[in-house]
């Protein structure tokens, strides 16, 4: 008998890829890759960007321009100070700028116990100009644009009560000044204008405190100015001869000296008729 024996056929393999496959798959995997990469930093890149450099206003690039040129040999490049020299001006806000240059104490002359207020080298303008790029370098005090609005409608009376709680015991009852110690002195209110006398709350220069809103209210601010404005420097001093209005001191000075003669006098004229 004769036994067929059938050759078993073994299935073949699943085909390899091709070589042309393999390197379709791999820059396929390639684009991937990048594509993912470039929306990650589209995403977060800008962003890192725009908070690292901020643009400057159109005034604070020009005051940027003025720093450069006269105020960058004492307070540094980017107004970080130069020892010796000048403080860095990092958060001190546009008020302290508007008072110092306004006023004409910067730049200063030479060094003091304090600055003397002199004739301004930067026109009202390019104060303002300077003040808006030192703010834009970090936080700090600024005047607002509507202090003329707010002086408008004042309070007098309210101001005069502030004035004498809470500058009278510097600037003297008048607002003539007085003699602190160390060789300073708070100055005279006389040649102050609005937006001066505000920035010098909001900054207190020297040694005169700060009045920031949380002390004094922009409102309450406003009557304080509106009083030095419309009855401190406008008074003709009704009563007479003013005597300085440097207060009771001077007064009492007068007092006395006028006095004392006019005893004496009267003494001789009564031990003469006698």
């Given at each position: ?15 390899r ?27 977060f890149?800008?962003?890192a ?45 546009g ?17 003091e116990?304090?600055a ?37 409608d004042?309070?007098?009376?309210r ?8 500058c ?19 100055p ?67 007092i ?10 009267a ?8």
């Amino acid at each position: 008998m004769r036994i067929s024996r059938r050759r078993s056929i073994r299935p073949e393999g699943p085909p390899r890829l091709s070589q042309f496959r393999r390197r379709t798959a791999g820059v396929v995997r390639m684009v991937i890759a990048l594509v993912l990469a470039g929306g990650a930093y589209t995403l977060f890149t800008p962003a890192a960007q725009a908070q690292e450099e901020p643009r400057l206003s159109a005034a604070a690039a020009e005051g940027e321009a003025l720093f450069e040129v006269g105020c960058i040999t004492c307070h540094g490049r980017s107004a970080g100070g130069v020892e010796g020299r000048g403080p860095s001006l990092i958060n001190v806000g546009g008020a302290s700028v508007e008072f110092q240059v306004g006023t004409g104490r910067m730049p200063l002359a030479r060094q003091e116990a304090q600055a003397q207020r002199k004739p301004p080298l930067y026109t009202d303008e390019q104060v303002r100009q300077l003040a808006a790029y030192i703010d834009s370098l970090g936080v700090g005090p600024v005047v607002p644009d509507n202090v003329d609005a707010l002086v408008d409608d004042a309070n007098l009376a309210r101001g005069g009560e502030l004035f004498r709680v809470n500058c009278s015991q510097c600037h003297a009852f008048g607002g003539g000044g007085g003699a602190l110690s160390s060789g300073k002195y708070a100055p005279s209110l006389y040649p102050a204008s609005d937006r001066i006398i505000y920035a010098a709350m909001l900054s207190g220069p020297q040694n005169m405190p700060i009045f920031g809103d949380n002390t004094l209210t922009p409102e309450q601010k406003a009557d304080v100015i509106a009083y030095i404005q419309q009855v401190i420097q406008t008074d003709h001093d009704p009563g007479g001869f003013n005597l300085g209005r440097y207060g009771p001191s001077t007064e009492g000075l007068a007092i006395f000296l006028v006095g004392i003669v006019a005893l004496v006098f009267a003494s001789l004229w009564i031990a003469g008729k006698s």
